[in-house]
T-cell receptor, first 112, second 116 residues
Framework: DQQVKQNSPSLSVQEGRISILNCDYT??????FLWYKKYPAEGPTFLIS?????DKNEDGRFTVFLNKSAKHLSLHIVPSQPGDSAVYFC???????????FGAGTQVVVTP | NAGVMQNPRHLVRRRGQEARLRCSPM?????VYWYRQLPEEGLKFMVY????????ESGMPKERFSAEFPKEGPSILRIQQVVRGDSAAYFC??????????????FGPGTRLTVL
């Protein structure tokens, strides 16, 4: 039962352009969402989060948008840099429990 | 302040052997989570522990897998009689707040288990 879905396994973007990563979820009880970034042979590192009471959260080059009615969130990276090349995981949790449900990840490749 | 530490980083076992994976949470963190990542898949929740307590083990296979987080020492994920399908990367994460907290979890570098 995949409650968090990232339907694009990979994304290639030119340096300086915008990267848009998408994530859909099915559980309406989720109310806290996070994006993690993962390099090969390393653990995921926290990138940005958003609570369900907001529809946008921005941190430097990273912005997360949440559309609760569509059960959809997205991560925008502007401008994309070569160091952004990594796998990005979307994760969600309900407020009352600690475990995260993760999507399958999107491999981003930023080309010069 | 050291991050979440996991050892070993790589573990090779033959079918039928036992695998023990260790996780030391960040200093001050008393909540530990174990996740498994199979090839080409995302992270799957396995178990959530606090000191001396298992809070949620809904993601743990019913047989051969067990986890503990003793009062002293690291959290241990134990897999008995390993099979080839257990080959995966196992990640541990920790957090300072209890389950209802709106906080991120901090991940260790993972243990890559290979079963021959």
């Amino acid at each position: 039962d995949q409650q968090v879905k990232q339907n694009s396994p990979s994304l290639s973007v030119q340096e300086g352009r915008i990267s848009i990563l998408n994530c859909d979820y099915t559980n309406s009880m989720f109310d806290y969402f996070l994006w993690y970034k993962k390099y090969p042979a390393e653990g995921p590192t926290f990138l940005i989060s958003i609570s369900s009471i907001k529809d946008k959260n921005e941190d430097g080059r990273f912005t997360v948008f949440l559309n609760k009615s569509a059960k959809h969130l997205s991560l925008h990276i502007v401008p994309s840099q070569p160091g952004d090349s990594a796998v990005y995981f979307c994760a969600a949790k309900t407020d009352s429990w600690g475990k995260f449900q993760f999507g399958a990840g999107t491999q981003v490749v930023v080309t010069p | 302040n050291a991050g979440v530490m996991q050892n070993p980083r790589h573990l090779v076992r033959r079918r039928g052997q036992e695998a023990r994976l260790r996780c030391s949470p960040m200093k001050g963190h008393s909540h530990v989570y174990w996740y498994r990542q199979l090839p080409e898949e995302g992270l799957k929740f396995m178990v959530y522990l606090q000191k001396e307590n298992i809070i949620d083990e809904s993601g743990m296979p019913k047989e051969r897998f067990s986890a503990e987080f003793p009062k002293e020492g690291p959290s241990i994920l134990r897999i008995q009689q390993v099979v080839r399908g257990d080959s995966a990367a196992y990640f541990c994460a920790s957090s300072p707040l209890p389950a209802g907290g709106r906080n991120e979890q901090f991940f260790g570098p993972g243990t890559r288990l290979t079963v021959l």
